[in-house]
């Protein structure tokens, strides 16, 4: 096991507190932080939850904003917030955050 296996199962295990057939939604920003993308999708299925994962990235989100509508934009968050009413841990959203060179950074939203 790597150290991002390692890291991503303590948080999975331990701070997501994922049960068995539970949602997760995993949020991934910057192409640089796939490594650590899939081992939090891989944590996830390995203690028994159901991985809905999402790859951002600021080339991906400047694209879509230089040219949408509003309609386009409405369309796009609902369907996000949609995605998130279906979760079973929604409290517990697991985002990385690993743009160009500033390594990751692995955050754990909470429900205000």
Do not use: C, W
């Amino acid at each position: 096991m790597n150290k991002l296996q390692k890291l991503a199962e303590n948080v999975i295990k331990n701070s997501v507190q994922v049960k068995p057939g539970e949602k997760v939604f995993i949020e991934a920003r910057g192409l640089t932080s796939v490594p650590l993308f899939e081992a939090f999708v891989e944590a996830t299925v390995k203690f028994g939850g159901i991985p809905f994962y999402f790859l951002n990235d600021t080339g991906f989100t400047n694209a879509m904003l230089k040219n949408a509508d509003r309609k386009q934009l409405d369309a796009y968050a609902d369907i996000h917030y949609n995605l998130m009413k279906e979760m079973d841990v929604s409290k517990r959203t697991v985002q990385i955050v690993a743009e160009a060179n500033n390594g990751y950074d692995v955050m754990k939203t909470y429900e205000a």
